[in-house]
């Protein structure tokens, strides 16, 4: 299984880690929809932790208002959907990190020395960066959506 749609309810404390073994680890409260191709988490809490196997294709990740973590994933491509004020934490970056959202901001904390170049699409979006851009990076930050920010550092 290498696509993952996950919905967070409410404003959480979000941790994604990478497992070894291929294997999935989810909250017991959550559910699950797994068509064997993907798969559908939707879970609610202050603190939630699922482990992935550490390299996947994709990832889609619904939240509001919330702190992400991103540990000991290899990914091709992430897509946060957001809204209101988010912090995104990885330790790795994979090909592409898409943040979608409307009239939000979200601080994107990066590891040091990470390769990437920026896109900005949609309407009236800003991006800062602290970090040195590589326009010739594979690596691919990009905010799409209306009015939003996206803090780099």
Same mark, same amino acid.
């Given at each position: !299984?290498?696509?993952?749609?996950?919905? #967070?309810?409410?404003?959480?404390?979000?941790?994604?880690?990478?497992?070894?073994?291929?294997?999935? #680890?989810i909250p017991a409260d959550c559910s699950i929809d797994?068509?064997?191709?993907?798969?559908?988490?939707?879970v609610e809490g202050a603190e939630v932790r699922i482990g992935v196997p550490a390299s996947i294709a994709h990832i889609e990740l619904t939240i509001a208002d919330s702190e992400v973590k991103l540990?000991?994933?290899?990914?091709?491509h992430i897509? *946060?959907?957001?809204?209101?004020? *988010?912090?995104?934490?990885?330790?790795? /970056?994979?090909?592409?990190?898409? *943040?979608? !959202?409307?009239?939000?901001?979200?601080?994107?904390? /990066?590891?040091?020395?990470?390769?990437?170049?920026?896109?900005?699409e949609g309407k009236n979006n800003? *991006?800062?960066?602290e970090l040195k851009e590589d326009v010739s990076s594979i690596n691919v930050i990009e905010i799409n959506g209306k009015n939003s920010v996206l803090n780099i550092r």
């Open positions: !299984m290498k696509d993952f749609d996950i919905k #967070v309810k409410g404003n959480s404390n979000v941790t994604l880690f990478g497992t070894e073994d291929n294997t999935i #680890v797994n068509s064997g191709r993907s798969c559908d988490i939707k540990h000991g994933i290899s990914f091709d897509e *946060i959907d957001a809204s209101g004020s *988010i912090t995104v934490n990885t330790d790795t /970056l994979g090909r592409k990190l898409d *943040i979608n !959202m409307s009239n939000g901001q979200a601080d994107l904390e /990066l590891p040091k020395n990470a390769s990437f170049k920026t896109r900005n800003t *991006i800062n960066t």
